[in-house]
């Protein structure tokens, strides 16, 4: 399984990024999987995340209403449209595969097994 995460960039503070990931392999669908960010010199944190068919997303609180997961399994595709963004956003940002063994809440690092490599994404003041 290979992910790969793009779309960041650099953008003003109000502005908006569409972050894609694009899975290989034919079971894509069958997964939940999450969006995760890192700033410098911070532990890696939960975003968001959403489930095998896209029927259920959970966000963390500080990008609640801005920030929309969603995933089209026809393209083995997962984004993450974000809007409004802040310079507290700035970090680089995962997309990562929810294990099919994980039983807790889907915010810990733990509970994916495969990571994407970061795409930067820079919010200026």
């Known amino acids: 399984v290979q992910l790969q995460a793009s779309g960041g960039g650099l953008v003003q503070a109000g502005g908006s990024l569409r972050l894609s990931c694009a899975a290989s392999?034919?079971?894509?669908?069958?997964?939940?999987m999450g969006w995760f960010r890192q700033a410098p010199g911070k532990e890696r944190e939960f975003v968001a995340r959403i489930s095998w068919s896209g029927g259920y997303t959970y966000y963390t609180d500080s990008v609640k209403g801005r920030f929309t997961i969603s995933r089209d399994n026809a393209k083995n595709t997962v984004n993450l449209q974000m809007n409004s963004l802040k310079p507290e956003d700035t970090a680089v940002y995962y997309c990562?595969?929810?294990?099919?063994?994980?039983?807790?809440?889907?915010?810990?690092?733990?509970?994916?097994?495969?990571w994407g490599q970061g795409t930067q994404v820079t919010v200026s003041s």
């Open positions: 392999g034919r079971t894509f669908s069958n997964y939940g």
């Open positions: 990562a595969r929810r294990s099919s063994s994980a039983y807790g809440s889907g915010k810990s690092p733990n509970e994916y097994d495969y």
